[in-house]
């Protein structure tokens, strides 16, 4: 079933989304606390699943974390979904299935359900992709990607790009650009929308033995793979995870653009290659090759000489658990973290831009962790960055934000909270830290936590919150910002929902789980009410 409806907040019980719990709703003035955002009923429990004629019993997975079965979007508002439903052979029991859902007809689509036969293998769908951590297939410009387990693979890739769904990488198969006699071990697959597939894979246990190919209509090609010689380095100097300090393989963190294209943190040894030059970022260029654009040990313009890329240990110089991962934009702006030395420092957390002209832009960095450098003063705070730049996001305007620790009142070391800041190189500005109100709060409540999420190409920017000091006690809200930093409260848990649009049907959330379009502010939601009940939508913020 589906309705579409704009949700109007002053609308007392005829509106969608209402903050608080039922009994607390009477108390505040709703006009003042949640903007117009627009709501789309995708499926509900209890609705009849299309394509197998017994209903819908939920929309989770056993071990799975609440945003894992949210719908997945693609830019046309169209989802990807995954469910159980009563098992039609035993309705004792359920079973587990894959649909999309057309935004313009409203209506669902059975992709595969768990005992179909799985194309290309012989064998049968045994899960998507595995039966503790199932979630929604991927949808892009209309076409499905899903990942699944079958009889005896552990690991495949299929997609409908040609119309049909078919195999296109599975567990065992041979390694093509790879060592002899090897294969493909549990290979990653990331589908785009021009109907290519990325695969990261292994070959082995070794966390050497790694790499990427991608398929283009029928054919798997190697980009790169552990072993191979590293472009940009000298002759002889090959991806490999290096020295006895790196504890992963040669490809630390990667990322793709919207049309495949990658960039990583690789490791390298070879002649010349010690801990204080084996790490590096490559990105891949439009026309499929490798590129080295920097390098641990490279001159690290700060504003004087003497900096340089990496720590004296010479570990960890980007990525990794100190710093923060790479993005990689569709323009083809890379944003990193790097830990950076010099001028008799050491351990200097900071933040990177490096543009597709090639130009190297310092974002921000935080006092030394031994030294005298000071760092740059985080915006708003009046404090220093304290270097704790572990999630960030950059558009394809080359806006960026990203999330660091501020120092809490009581100025202890481990009394701190967390803020996201946003803005361009040289022009920063803090835009929501913790133990702040924001309209759409109750009077009195408090952000809590925060986990920054994506900065869309509008502008616009989401970021996951604790809530605490409400009437609900401590839950889980999911923020939207507008390009101008206005913030509105989407979705909470203790809301009210009105799940048809006429007021006859109103449910609490008791749990959320959410995805977020690649394309812009429209968002997956996944929705557990407290009566046991649960349902899929899609969410729209309203300008």
């Given at each position: 079933m589906?309705?579409?409806?704009?949700?109007?907040p002053?609308?007392?019980?005829a509106?969608?989304?209402l903050?608080?719990?039922?009994?607390?709703?009477?108390n505040?003035?709703?006009?003042?606390?949640?903007?117009?955002?627009?709501?789309?009923?995708?499926?509900l429990?209890?609705?009849?699943?299309?394509?197998?004629?017994?209903?819908?019993?939920d929309?989770?997975?056993?071990?799975?974390?609440?945003?894992?079965?949210?719908?997945?979007?693609d830019?046309q508002?169209?989802?990807g979904v995954?469910a159980?439903?009563?098992?039609?052979?035993?309705?004792?029991?359920?079973?587990?299935?894959?649909?999309?859902?057309?935004?313009?007809?409203?209506?669902l689509?059975?992709?595969?359900?768990?005992?179909?036969?799985?194309?290309?293998?012989?064998?049968?769908?045994?899960?998507?992709?595995?039966?503790?951590?199932?979630?929604?297939?991927?949808?892009?410009a209309?076409?499905?990607?899903v990942?699944?387990?079958?009889?005896?693979?552990?690991g495949?890739?299929?997609?409908?790009?040609?119309?049909?769904?078919e195999?296109?990488?599975r567990?065992?198969?041979p390694?093509?650009?790879?060592?002899?006699?090897?294969?493909?071990q549990?290979?990653?697959?990331?589908?785009?929308?021009?109907?290519?597939?990325?695969v990261?894979?292994?070959?082995?246990?070794?966390?050497?033995?790694?790499?990427?190919?991608?398929?283009?209509?029928?054919?798997?090609?190697?980009?790169?793979?552990?072993?191979?010689?590293?472009?940009?380095?000298p002759?002889?100097?090959?991806?490999?995870k290096?020295?006895?300090?790196?504890?992963?393989?040669?490809f630390?963190?990667?990322?793709?653009?919207?049309?495949?294209?990658?960039?990583?943190?690789?490791?390298?040894?070879?002649?010349g290659?010690?801990?204080?030059?084996?790490?590096?970022?490559?990105?891949?260029?439009?026309?499929?090759?490798?590129?080295?654009?920097?390098?641990?040990?490279?001159?690290?313009?700060?504003?004087?000489?003497?900096y340089?890329?990496?720590?004296?240990?010479?570990?960890?110089?980007?990525?990794?658990?100190?710093?923060?991962?790479?993005?990689?934009?569709?323009?083809?702006?890379?944003?990193?973290?790097?830990?950076?030395?010099g001028?008799?420092?050491?351990y200097?957390?900071?933040?990177?831009?490096?543009?597709?002209t090639g130009?190297?832009?310092?974002?921000?960095?935080?006092p030394?962790?031994?030294?005298?450098?000071?760092?740059?003063?985080?915006?708003?705070t009046?404090?220093?960055?304290m270097?704790?730049?572990?999630?960030?996001?950059?558009?394809?305007?080359?806006?960026?934000?990203?999330?660091?620790g501020?120092?809490?009142?009581?100025?202890?070391?481990?009394?701190?909270?967390?803020?996201?800041?946003?803005g361009?190189?040289?022009?920063?500005?803090?835009?929501?830290?913790?133990?702040?109100?924001?309209?759409?709060?109750?009077p009195?409540?408090?952000i809590n936590g925060?986990?920054?999420?994506?900065l869309?190409?509008?502008g616009?920017?989401?970021?996951?919150?604790?809530?605490?000091?409400?009437?609900?006690?401590?839950?889980?809200?999911?923020?939207?910002?507008?390009?101008?930093?206005?913030p509105t409260?989407?979705t909470?848990?203790?809301?009210?929902?009105?799940?048809?649009?006429?007021?006859?049907?109103?449910?609490v959330?008791?749990e959320?789980?959410f995805?977020?379009?690649d394309?812009g502010?429209?968002f997956?939601?996944r929705?557990?009410?407290?009566?046991g009940?649960a349902?899929?939508?899609?969410?729209?913020?309203?300008?």
């Amino acid at each position: 079933m589906s309705s579409l409806r704009t949700i109007v907040p002053s609308a007392l019980l005829a509106c969608a989304l209402l903050g608080g719990t039922a009994a607390a709703q009477t108390n505040f003035a709703r006009d003042q606390w949640f903007p117009e955002v627009r709501l789309q009923t995708i499926a509900l429990s209890g609705d009849i699943a299309p394509g197998v004629g017994t209903p819908f019993a939920d929309f989770d997975t056993p071990f799975g974390y609440p945003d894992t079965t949210a719908p997945w979007l693609d830019e046309q508002g169209n989802a990807g979904v995954f469910a159980h439903v009563v098992d039609p052979l035993d309705p004792s029991k359920t079973t587990s299935g894959q649909w999309t859902w057309n935004a313009a007809t409203a209506s669902l689509e059975l992709v595969a359900l768990r005992g179909d036969p799985a194309p290309g293998t012989g064998e049968l769908f045994v899960a998507f992709p595995h039966p503790l951590f199932e979630h929604a297939p991927d949808l892009d410009a209309g076409i499905v990607g899903v990942r699944a387990s079958t009889t005896t693979i552990p690991g495949a890739a299929f997609s409908d790009r040609s119309g049909v769904l078919e195999l296109i990488v599975r567990h065992g198969q041979p390694l093509p650009g790879g060592p002899a006699g090897k294969s493909f071990q549990n290979p990653s697959s990331v589908f785009f929308a021009d109907g290519s597939v990325l695969v990261p894979s292994s070959w082995s246990n070794s966390s050497n033995d790694e790499g990427f190919w991608r398929d283009r209509r029928g054919t798997l090609q190697l980009i790169t793979r552990g072993g191979l010689q590293a472009p940009g380095m000298p002759t002889g100097v090959y991806f490999d995870k290096g020295g006895s300090l790196h504890l992963l393989g040669p490809f630390d963190h990667w990322e793709a653009d919207a049309e495949g294209h990658i960039a990583f943190n690789g490791i390298v040894a070879g002649p010349g290659i010690g801990l204080t030059n084996d790490e590096g970022i490559w990105i891949e260029t439009s026309d499929g090759v490798l590129e080295l654009v920097l390098r641990e040990g490279d001159p690290a313009p700060m504003g004087q000489s003497g900096y340089r890329f990496g720590i004296k240990l010479g570990v960890r110089a980007f990525g990794g658990s100190d710093n923060m991962p790479l993005r990689f934009s569709d323009a083809g702006t890379v944003f990193f973290g790097a830990q950076v030395n010099g001028q008799g420092s050491d351990y200097i957390q900071s933040l990177w831009m490096r543009k597709a002209t090639g130009e190297l832009l310092l974002v921000a960095d935080s006092p030394a962790g031994s030294g005298s450098h000071a760092g740059m003063l985080a915006p708003g705070t009046g404090e220093p960055f304290m270097g704790r730049f572990m999630r960030g996001t950059v558009n394809a305007h080359d806006r960026l934000a990203f999330q660091d620790g501020i120092s809490h009142p009581l100025n202890t070391l481990y009394n701190t909270e967390t803020a996201i800041f946003w803005g361009e190189p040289g022009n920063l500005a803090l835009l929501i830290a913790t133990e702040t109100w924001i309209p759409g709060l109750h009077p009195g409540e408090l952000i809590n936590g925060l986990v920054l999420g994506e900065l869309h190409d509008d502008g616009s920017l989401f970021a996951s919150a604790n809530l605490k000091g409400g009437p609900d006690g401590t839950v889980r809200a999911l923020l939207h910002f507008d390009a101008s930093g206005k913030p509105t409260v989407l979705t909470r848990e203790g809301q009210v929902v009105d799940v048809h649009g006429d007021g006859s049907d109103l449910r609490v959330v008791e749990e959320f789980g959410f995805s977020a379009s690649d394309h812009g502010p429209q968002f997956g939601l996944r929705l557990v009410f407290t009566d046991g009940t649960a349902g899929l939508f899609r969410l729209d913020p309203v300008p």
